[in-house]
């Protein structure tokens, strides 16, 4: 069959249904099934009482009588009356139901079951009647219980409609209920909405399935929307009357077995929704307009459902990413969990680590993108008994199931693999995953929901530091831990509010000047019980709860103290370095804390020095950039700690002007390559010293190690084959008993 003209983007099978519709959609089914000459349906103005249309079965003595009705009111023509019939039904008429009544005629003389509604005409509304003859008596019983048992198939369609949860699960009732009242072979059921699915009802077999289409383009629904306006139905009484006529058409029906159908489309205002069909009509076909009338409650509840989806997808779905998020994935889980009580299984709880990189570095675009691709890698994954969720931001949970403890890390290799395959403006980068599992092998191991998720959450932080992807499984040992460190982070206000914080002091011993003092200053926390705190147990944990920019400003208020003091009994030069996190170096009034600190204890420029990991410098490479150069301006000198720790990055040396850069100790562990690692310390250290910088190496525990830095060119040696971290009061005691016996040599 050819396409029609502008419809060449759709398929052969869209343009020949399109075809089908433009052809045979006619408004008001009624008139092309009333039954006697007699019978006929008219359109007026139910406001003005403009007659628009009279049709009736069969040209005869009615419309002899009427004449021409153009431009003149029902009344007049109709009654033969002067005004409005004092029976007129227009007050109590709707669009969803007939208002049915029984009139006689004066006029024509006869008597009539009236069938009144409200229709759309050509984007009016207007008044329908059908009116059928029921001059002989046995017909006004055929007629009346005809449209009570219209009504009532009405009826029995809403309760399917009202209980089952969607238009789609209802639809089996609906279509056996249509089918049975019109002595139909077959029902579908076409909607649009979400996906495109079809419901199909044979009622001779009584088989009933639901299919997957692919969806209708907006194109074709738009052009369908036009071509059934005006509440149009699509009637073929008999499949035979197309025969020589429309041979294209007949042939494709015939080839169904179709000898008659009707396609009622179901709209909600102008938008199309869907259809319903109906396949070898045997009986009350003058009734086909009731389908118009289900179409009108069918759309009504499909857009209910789409308003319940929409707000479902607004507060379960992730706008990002359209999958779940937190409390969708809450939802499915506990479901999941439930539904399947003897099935094991893991709950993942992952984060990328660094991935504020690609956001900094290729964009937010890229960001988003990248997290959508993580998400598709996730769902790729899943059975239909598992299911994901985006937690926030970077963060993904999971719930798997498996069978053999070596699925987990085998489906985590996987997945990691995976992960790395996403490339980003033609730039491919490595982004690495932290992972905690909480598995559930018994069921005493179901615990609540959140119970579990915090266990996976209190796993994945204890490989998050850790360098690569790595996924941890949670043990009690590690809740112990936590709750540990709770109990410290509690204490930690009350802590610095007794002082217990203590500085020490590791002295920096020069190779060059004898008698210049430099020290770093190092935090201990002294407990009520009097023992010693170290900071890998404290510092890691307060760099994780955010709090740790209380501790930086309070070791740098130490050190200012003890600098006062110093500069009060000595009057000597003596720098001391203190430590500053990312967290503190990120605060807007950043430099204006360490300035304000500086001038209330009157300190001098050069005696203070921030350390700043290199780690910080390279995930905020612009924005340091700025902080040195404002620390420098009032009088801070600044160091690279740990410079080799990490990935090192020679522009930040070319970029951002520091002043001291501190050698990790990896720099001079002994090895199969020892002597290439000498060549690469030397080599740095010369260009530290063409860039006016001064170098400290830090942990070094041999003399041997310290006399070859001192032939390289190395300004300070830090480490304990000189002084172990110390007291500050005992700093200058050391440091006179040091340089005394430096002269004494």
Known sequence: MMRLAGLEELSEEEAFFTYMLEKYALAFSEALTLETAEDFIYLSDPKTYELYLISVAEPGRIKETWGDYKGKKCYEVLQNRKEPCPFCTNAVLRRDQYYIWKHHNDVIDGDYILKDKLVEWEKKLVRMEVVMDVSRPERTDEVIQRSLYGQNMLSSCMRPLIEAESVVEASRELLSEICRFYGSEEGVMLLFSRKGRVAVWNQRREEYQVLEKKPISEKTIACWEKILSNEKQVVIKNVEQLAGEDEGLYLRLKRDKTESFCLTPIFA?????????????????????????????????????????????????????QFLNFEGFRVQAVKLLSENPDRKYVLWYSDLKKFKYINDVYGY??????????????????????????????????????????????????????????????????????????????????????????RANIAEKSVKSLPGSHMAVYDEKMRSRVVQELAMEAAMTDALRKEEFE????????????????????????????????????????????????????????????????????????????????????QPDFTENCRRLKRQYEIPDGYLELEFTEGVIVENHDIFRGIVKGL???????????????????????????????????????????????????????????????????????????????????DFIQGYVYARPMPAGDYREFMERFLAGQREK
């Open 269 to 321: 205002g102008s938008r199309l929704l869907g259809f319903i069909g109906l396949k070898n009509i045997t009986k009350y076909w003058s009734e086909l307009a009731i389908l118009g009338m289900l179409a009108s409650y069918i759309s009504t509840f499909l857009i209910k459902e789409e308003l319940q989806f929409e707000n479902r997808r607004i507060l379960y779905f992730d706008q990002l990413t």
């Open 503 to 586: 500085m020490y002091l590791q002295p920096q011993i020069s190779l060059k000047k004898s008698g210049v003092l430099r020290a770093e200053a190092l935090v201990r926390w002294r407990g009520a019980d009097g023992k010693l705190i170290f900071p890998a147990d404290f510092i890691g944990l307060f760099e994780r709860e955010g709090i740790i920019f209380r501790l930086d400003y309070y070791m740098l208020e130490q050190a200012c103290r003890f600098l006062k003091q110093w500069l009060g009994q000595q009057g000597r030069p003596l720098c001391i370095s203190v430590n500053v996190s990312r967290t503190t170096m990120l």
């Open 632 to 714: 420098q301006e009032h009088g801070f000198s600044c160091a690279m700690d740990d410079f080799g720790a990490e990935q090192s990055s020679l522009n930040i040396l070319k970029d951002i002007p520091m002043n001291v850069l501190k050698f990790d100790r990896r720099f001079f562990e002994r090895g199969e390559y020892e002597e290439r690692g000498r060549a690469v310390v030397a080599c740095m250290l010369n260009l530290a010293e063409t860039l006016k910088m001064e170098t400290v190496a830090e942990g070094v525990e041999d003399m041997e190690l310290v006399d070859m830095l001192r032939e390289m060119g190395c």
């Open 365 to 454: 675009e890229t960001g988003d993108r990248f997290l959508k691709y993580w998400a598709d890698c996730i769902r790729e994954t899943l059975e239909p008994y598992e299911t994901f969720g985006r937690i926030s931001g970077d963060k993904f949970v999971v719930l798997r199931s498996f069978e053999r403890s070596e699925e987990l890390e085998e489906r985590f290799r996987w997945i990691t693999e995976k992960l790395n395959g996403f490339s980003g403006d033609s730039r491919r980068f490595r982004v690495e995953l932290a992972c905690g599992a909480y598995r559930m092998e018994k069921p005493e191991d179901r615990l609540s929901l959140n119970e579990m998720l915090d």
